[in-house]
Nanobody, 125 residues
Framework: VQLQASGGGLVQTGASLRLSCAASGLTFSRCSMGWFRQAPGKEREFIAA????????GAADSVKGRFTASRDNAKSMAYLQMTNLQAEDTAVYYC???????????????????WGQGTQVTVSS
């Protein structure tokens, strides 16, 4: 199983980025996907999840209205569209996959079975 996150970079305050997560080696359409981030010196933070049916769930208050999770099961891809980026969004962003036969979701890191390597997002003011 491999999850490959990409799309991070250095942007200015107010900019947008779209992160991608390419999955292989698993039945993607039966996995819920989660997005997390970790800033230096801080714990890993849950951002949002998306069920295998495509419903975004559990967006953190810090990103509500700015970040949108989506997926394309035909391509085994998950996405995190981020808008109006702020300095506090600077972190390494991770995608994670969780087998979920019930179509549910989770917001705890230890509930996820597979993790990508992370992609750095840096927002400068």
């Amino acid at each position: 199983v491999q999850l490959q996150a990409s799309g991070g970079g250095l942007v200015q305050t107010g900019a947008s980025l779209r992160l991608s997560c390419a999955a292989s080696g698993l039945t993607f359409s039966r996995c819920s996907m989660g997005w997390f981030r970790q800033a230096p010196g801080k714990e890993r933070e849950f951002i949002a999840a998306i069920t295998w049916g495509g419903r975004m769930k559990g967006a953190a208050d810090s990103v509500k209205g700015r970040f949108t999770a989506s997926r394309d099961n035909a391509k085994s891809m998950a996405y995190l569209q981020m808008t109006n980026l702020q300095a506090e969004d600077t972190a390494v962003y991770y995608c994670a996959a969780r087998w979920d036969v019930s179509g549910g979701w989770a917001d705890r890191a230890h509930d996820y079975h597979y993790w990508g390597q992370g992609t750095q997002v840096t927002v400068s003011s």
